[in-house]
């Protein structure tokens, strides 16, 4: 087996759902451009209130992707 060698980038998703929908919907955008996608490591979690409730969140993802050949 050789040495990879990765890249890392970073996204944003947002969710009127969950924390967990904001991650999916980056994860899933970013397939469809980039290949490789091997982990992701949550960052930063925001969100804003409407009301009292929790109205929109949003969540900052590091991607990592091996580099091809």
């Known amino acids: ?3 990879g060698v ?3 980038i970073e996204l944003t998703g947002t969710s009127t759902t969950s924390i967990e929908d904001a991650v ?3 994860v899933k955008r970013a397939h469809k451009t980039v290949k490789q996608l091997c982990w992701f490591q949550v960052i930063e979690t925001r969100g804003s209130i409407n009301k009292g409730k929790v ?3 949003q969540v900052t993802l590091k991607v990592g992707f091996a ?3």
């Open 1 to 3: 087996m050789k040495d």
């Open 6 to 8: 990765y890249k890392l």
């Open 24 to 26: 999916a919907k980056a």
């Open 55 to 57: 109205d929109h969140w």
């Open 67 to 69: 580099v091809e050949d």
